[in-house]
């Protein structure tokens, strides 16, 4: 198994004689622990000394017992803890010269120079202020003679590191926060709770008062040309899903759980509604109530303003709806409930990965170095100078604030591509759904292969999107089998109301394929006059497609543009980083382990053995084990042997000797034909006998089941969504003489997640890329997130940081806003 070439590794940069201090400020946000126990362990295992600042900045400027060297025990535990373990607070004395000065005196007392600062653009901008005031900080305490010259020397300069932690994702420069996918988790949960309900004949709507909104927009759909230019969305029981990015202040929540959870009107910051959207709104509803549709949901951001500058507030809209229409009416504000909560899977990797690049940073820097900040693009750890993401931060408020919202669009760039998704028309325009004009193509999809979690978002989004280009689209149940069997139907945009939010496959699907059923398949492609195919699914779609290829030499029928959406928990489809249902399946693991962690919290001396699935693919082993805090993780793609075993074990009796007394142990289910789980289980317990005793778990076919993570609902809606462009547009290019005729390697693509950008790439490409007979690509990019999970295990290893270590600008962050998408 080919590994990643590295380049250059943090063994050439020492932390020894340095002190690192980390800190959390502003409002608390799950998965600061994770960056903080990160920080904290990359520091120690790199040499330096590491310090814990309790309560933000106001523990640096207090000083005392608030500043206290961290230990690699002292965050055992933290990983799965929801907020801040070390505090946070606000600082008005830390915005005073004077209150500067008491913290600098704090920081030189302990020989801090290194200030890793977790919290929103307001705590990074001060962190800022403070770097630029160090110089003369020191000098006025050498002249009140708090200091003496000598330390004023040997700490001449502070370096500053930031890590954005907040729950609004509203920071510019990063594609997500540290905790902006936690609180979504926690508003899909109250949502899927109470709409499952849908069995009394009333009507409910839920509006989430999220903090700091400042204008509004109606559910994202295909509007009328007229609303289309003017920037409002309007949707009349037809709304087009998306995936939207960095979009201001709770904007991000408010319109993600909307898209996640399907609601009917969503009120959102930087494009308030025209005139009259009250009317629009009640009409909108009136006709759900008349298609039988009995719940129905409204959002809206705490703040949302009309264009008249007039409040938008819960009671206003409950009121009309009630006065115009009597409609049962509920209102929740969900309020510090998205702040609360344990982190999901998501939000621990980013946070550790930030964690380690963050000390990697401060390693690397310079008196000349600008602060910087880690950032996520794409699949990407980067730095970006601070103060360059937190002014464009402040020119989109600015620009909201001075009503410019369309230049707060076209600064809060990823904006751009929510339009390009949830409104036809945004950037080109295309057919209307209920216009005369209709395209006459026929658009078939099908689910192939084993059910994943957001392949039902994914059909929805692709049923919707090719109807609101004027397609018929087909639906095919029970995948490649249905299909030589006849299982057509026509698909209308109503059938996939609610699908966003349900696990598994509603079509059906099986991993059959279609070799020796191509005449079958043939003849029903011509009796129903499909024109192009959307593949969703794993392994099994990605051999289907290539064997309807292989077909084409001999059944023109399959000369049609094709299309694979990766969808498996296994993350194992060559051309994609990233498939839908892998974060369901990250969830379902860190949670898992996280209870059985939990059930031996009065227990001393415990190791648990988990087994995962994937295949061959050690994806959701490894990256649930850096999510988990795992000691050890057993995949096919590093080959290990008995003197790796016996090492694990007297690493984790050593483990033992400390006030750390439990452990964590994952094997894929292929990792190794000898060394089963029941192998390992009991090599653990009969080495570790007198010092720990072992438990077994099997997780099976849990990390399939369950409701889809809102990543999974909107990645599942993009792609999708996406996909169905490219399909649109083949479908023109291909359309000869009365017919659609294509048969060139560009024809048959699969859409994937590579790095920073969404790819189409010939299927008849990925051959090279593809070992067929583990079912797995050549190369996996998460296998340079297994030594970051040794490190913060205490293992010895080398870790890859050739793709980190570079200062880039905001603008190269923004290079290809809409082909980027958010992943782990």
């Not at 201090?21 to 120690?44: C, F, K, P, W």
């Not at 945004?426 to 395209?439: G, L, M």
Request: hydrophobic residues 40%; charged residues 20%.
């Amino acid at each position: 198994m080919a590994q990643p070439d590295n380049k250059k590794f943090f063994e050439n940069l020492s932390g020894a004689g340095k002190a690192i201090a980390v800190l959390t400020s502003g409002g608390d946000a799950q998965g600061m622990n994770a960056a903080v126990r990160a920080v904290v362990r990359m520091g120690i295992y790199v040499g330096a000394k590491v310090y814990f600042i309790h309560e933000g900045y106001q523990g640096m400027v207090d000083g005392g017992d608030n500043i206290k060297e961290a230990t690699w025990e002292s965050v055992s535990s933290m990983l799965q803890v929801g907020g801040t373990v070390i505090g946070s607070a606000r600082c008005m004395e830390f915005r005073t010269h004077e209150g500067r000065l008491k913290a600098a005196h704090n920081l030189v007392q302990h020989g801090i120079t290194n200030l890793c600062v977790i919290g929103g653009d307001g705590s990074l901008t001060g962190a800022n202020l403070f770097r630029e005031e160090w110089s003369s900080l020191l000098a006025k305490l050498v002249q009140q003679g708090m200091i003496s010259d000598d330390a004023a020397e040997k700490y001449s300069a502070l370096h500053i590191v930031g890590m954005v932690g907040s729950i609004d994702n509203d920071f510019c420069g990063t594609d997500m926060t540290i905790g902006t996918d936690s609180a979504l988790h926690r508003i899909i949960e109250v949502v899927d709770t109470d709409t499952h309900n849908e069995s009394k004949p009333r009507f409910l709507k839920w509006v989430f008062g999220l903090r700091n909104g400042a204008t509004g927009t109606p559910c994202p759909s295909r509007p009328s040309k007229r609303v289309r230019q003017s920037g409002t969305y309007d949707s009349p029981d037809r709304e087009l899903d998306c995936l939207a990015h960095l979009v201001n202040q709770v904007t991000y929540l408010a319109l993600v759980s909307a898209l996640a959870c399907g609601a009917d009107w969503v009120l959102i910051p930087e494009m308030p509604p025209e005139d009259g959207w009250e009317e629009k709104m009640c009409e909108k509803l009136s006709a759900n109530r008349a298609g039988r549709k009995r719940l129905n949901i409204i959002i809206v951001a705490e703040g949302a303003i009309d264009r008249n500058n007039k409040p938008i507030t819960t009671e206003h809209v409950k009121d009309l709806v009630v006065r115009s229409l009597g409609f049962d009416t509920r209102v929740t504000i969900l309020g510090h409930v998205q702040r609360g909560g344990t982190p999901s899977a998501f939000d621990r990797i980013l946070a550790s990965r930030m964690g380690v690049e963050a000390v990697l940073a401060l390693l690397e820097t310079t008196a000349n170095t600008p602060a910087c900040v880690v950032s996520l693009c794409g699949n990407q750890a980067v730095r970006l100078p601070l103060m360059e993401c937190v002014q464009m931060t402040q020119e989109v408020q600015k620009a909201m604030d001075e009503k410019r919202f369309e230049d707060a669009v076209k600064l809060r760039g990823s904006l751009r591509l929510y339009k390009r998704l949830s409104v036809p028309g945004a950037d080109s325009e295309w057919p209307c759904a209920f216009s005369p004009i209709q395209s006459n193509f026929n658009v078939a999809v099908l689910n192939v292969g084993a059910p994943a979690a957001g392949m039902n978002a994914a059909v929805r989004s692709a049923v919707r999107v090719g109807i609101s280009e004027g397609h018929k689209m087909f639906a095919i149940n029970d995948g490649f089998e249905g299909f030589y069997k006849g299982q057509i139907k026509e698909i209308k945009w109503g059938a996939v109301g609610g699908w966003t939010g349900q696990g598994g496959s509603l079509l059906g699907t099986k991993r059959t394929l279609p070799a020796k059923y191509i005449g079958k398949i043939a003849e029903q492609i011509r009796k129903y006059n499909i024109n192009a195919l959307l593949v969703i699914g794993g392994f099994e779609a990605y051999l289907g497609i290539a064997e309807l290829l292989a077909a084409r030499g001999t059944c023109e029928e399959f000369c049609v543009p094709m299309i694979m959406v990766p969808a498996t928990v296994s993350n194992n489809v060559p051309g994609s980083d990233l498939s839908i249902g892998a974060d369901t399946a990250l969830n379902a693991i860190t949670d898992t382990c996280d209870r059985i962690k939990q059930s031996a919290s009065g227990t001393k001396r415990r190791v648990f053995i988990i087994e995962t699935m994937g295949g061959y693919c050690g994806y959701l082993a490894s990256v649930g084990g850096l999510a988990a805090g795992a000691d050890a993780v057993y995949i096919y793609e590093e080959p290990f042997d008995i003197r790796e075993l016996q090492s694990n074990v007297e690493h984790l009796t050593e483990k033992m000797k400390t006030s750390i007394q439990r452990g964590l142990v994952l094997r894929n289910e292929n990792s190794n034909v000898n060394y089963t789980t029941d192998f390992i289980y009991q090599l653990y317990s009969e080495e570790g006998k007198g010092v720990f005793d072992c438990r077994k778990n099997i997780l099976g076919h849990m990390q399939q089941g369950g409701a889809p993570s809102p990543f999974d609902r909107n990645f599942g809606t993009k792609i999708a969504a996406k996909a169905m462009q490219w399909i649109s547009k083949k479908l023109q290019e291909s359309y000869r003489q009365g017919r659609v005729f294509a048969n060139t390697e560009d024809s048959a693509c699969l859409l994937g997640m590579r790095r920073r950008a969404l790819v189409f790439q010939p299927v008849t490409q990925l051959k090279d890329q593809t070992d067929f007979i583990h079912r797995i690509p050549k190369e996996q990019w998460w296998l340079k997130l297994r030594p970051l999970m040794k490190i913060l295990a205490k293992y010895k290893t080398s870790y890859d940081v050739s793709d980190s270590g570079q200062l880039e600008h905001v603008v190269c962050n923004r290079t290809k806003e809409s082909d980027t998408t958010t992943t782990i």
